[in-house]
Nanobody, 120 residues
Framework: QVQLVESGGGLVQPGGSLRLSCAAS????????KGWYRQAPGKQRELVARVTLSGSTNYADSVKGRFTISRDNAKNTVYLQMNSLKPEDTAVYYCNAAVFAEGAGWRNYWGQGTQVTVSS
């Protein structure tokens, strides 16, 4: 059973910073692409940032220059450093990963989500 567990969300003032973490656990043989998505109330879930196994990254235009995604393959963890946060960044943030697990092959997994609220 593969689990993705996020942490690091919370309440922050505009202009502040937060760092999200997402750790994968279980009988994992390999992890491919990892990503962070977010969903604001009344809106569809959208891609925020993605990082491939080789380290290539891509970002939503709205977060370029402010957010940085990174991964630690030894810890099966992906991070999202969020700087210069704006009220419009308020959402539930979900991590996502393509995982090759024992008995399951390659599957796409989601974390449970962590709330990020940017407000004064």
């Amino acid at each position: 059973q593969v689990q993705l567990v996020e942490s690091g969300g919370g309440l922050v003032q505009p202009g502040g910073s937060l760092r999200l973490s997402c750790a994968a656990s279980g009988s994992i043989f390999a992890i491919g692409d990892k990503g962070w998505y977010r969903q604001a109330p009344g809106k569809q879930r959208e891609l925020v940032a993605r990082v491939t196994l080789s380290g290539s990254t891509n970002y939503a235009d709205s977060v370029k220059g402010r957010f940085t995604i990174s991964r630690d393959n030894a810890k099966n963890t992906v991070y999202l450093q969020m700087n210069s946060l704006k009220p419009e960044d308020t959402a539930v943030y979900y991590c996502n990963a393509a995982v090759f697990a024992e008995g399951a092959g390659w599957r796409n997994y989601w974390g449970q989500g962590t709330q990020v609220t940017v407000s004064s």
